[in-house]
């Protein structure tokens, strides 16, 4: 059960990746991990930096951005602030992007909630 889901995220990962880049998206980051936590993509998009959170499911009984829960968000905001500061991108505008990926057989639908936390940080 553990290995499916597993394969079910990396699934999704990468279809949402290839929705991103042919919506204009540069990937520069898959699966960042730092002391605070874990990002699932980093992107730059129309001179923004953007934080994007990657959720699959298999029906479409509920929204998969539903799972960005305010403490799921608190985490990534640590961790992006971890990744700016590293990467000296203070002066960037920075935003946060959920793709919800629904996977039915071999059909996949992509999402694109973009600043989907409402505020930059």
Known sequence: MAYERHELGRDGERAAEAHL???????????????LGEIDLIALHRGTVVFIEVKTRRSA?????????PRKQRQLRRAAEWYV?????????VRFDVVAVWRDG???????TQDAFGDTW
Request: glycine share 2%; charged share 35%; aromatic share 4%.
């Open 21 to 35: 880049r042919a919506h204009g998206y540069s990937i520069v980051e898959r699966n960042f991990r730092c002391p």
């Open 61 to 69: 009984l509920a929204a998969p951005s539903d799972a960005v829960d």
């Open 85 to 93: 500061s590293r990467h000296r991108l203070e002066e960037h505008p």
């Open 106 to 112: 071999d059909r996949v639908r992509c999402e694109v």
